[in-house]
């Protein structure tokens, strides 16, 4: 059985005092433990955060990122083995605005995924298309060619460890929210993609989470689809009160 599953990517937000605060808020105010929440802060706050939430079955940590190399002289970088040694136990990779900002490509993409397969953690794999896409009407194969070039040489069994969160281009951020439709399309699409590779079992048990102005508002009719399993959210998951309603939407 697929887990639901709700991660609040807090991005360059929060100071460390501010995070351990939005946690603790987080904590009492969450009620169901059938939903699993995954809180991916700075790098700066794992540990702090992962030790809080070490004892909890249905909280755990994420990084936002991970080096594509095992060590190295990159000044500034974080290896998947040090996200691993602070307790987290997921990483986001692939995110649109590190393929956007830091020129992340799929030779590279590729490399993390592995880095962090071997350090025990469990990616988070962003996918989406771009606005153009979306209008070319060629988004699923843009789609269909990010999971392929970047995920089909994992092996079934590491593949049927890894989460892949839709989150389209065009809705990170802008307030502009995929229609239930829409996601729950690009949603199907992408189960049935890996099931014609990878087959029925691992298609049916990967967890595949809409990401992209997902809100309070909105988090229940897309919770509500067939094919999407929770909801990886960036604004709305600054604010204990948002997060909480988005983890209780389904
Ligand atoms: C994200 O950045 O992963 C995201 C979904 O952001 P937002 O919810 O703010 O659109």
Redesign the pocket.
């Known amino acids: 059985m697929r887990r639901k599953i709700v991660a609040g990517?807090w991005?360059m937000n929060k100071s460390l005092s501010q995070g351990l605060q939005l946690v603790d808020e987080i904590l009492s105010a969450s009620t169901s433990t059938e939903v699993l929440k995954i809180i991916a802060p700075p790098f700066t706050h794992l540990t702090a955060i992962a030790e809080i939430l070490k004892s909890k079955a249905d909280f755990a940590v994420a990084a936002q990122d991970c080096h594509h190399l095992p060590s190295g002289a990159y000044t500034g970088e974080v290896t998947a083995e040090m996200v691993a040694s602070t307790g987290a136990k997921y990483v986001i990779i692939g995110?649109?605005?590190r393929r956007l900002y830091a020129g992340e490509t799929n030779d590279i993409l590729i490399q993390k995924l592995n880095r962090a397969l071997a350090a025990n953690l469990i990616p988070i794999f962003?996918i989406g298309e771009s606005i153009e896409e979306r209008n070319a009407k060629t988004h699923l194969e843009a789609i269909r060619a990010q999971i392929k070039e970047a995920l089909f040489h994992l092996s079934p069994n590491d593949f049927g460890k890894i989460i892949i969160?839709y989150?389209p281009v065009w809705?990170?951020?802008?307030g502009v929210t995929a229609t239930s439709y829409q996601a729950q399309g690009v949603h199907d699409f992408i189960r049935t993609e890996i099931n014609k590779k990878y087959g029925k079992e691992i298609s049916e048990n990967i967890s595949i989470l809409y990401?992209?102005?997902?809100?309070a508002q909105n988090a229940k009719e897309l919770f509500a689809c067939a094919d999407i399993d929770g909801g990886?959210?960036?604004?709305?998951?600054l604010k204990s009160s948002d997060f909480t309603a988005i983890t209780n939407s389904f």
Do not use: D, V
Request: glycine content about 22%.
């Open positions: 990517n991005k995110h649109s605005e962003c969160a989150e809705a990170i951020g802008t990401g992209g102005s997902c809100n990886l959210i960036g604004g709305a998951s």
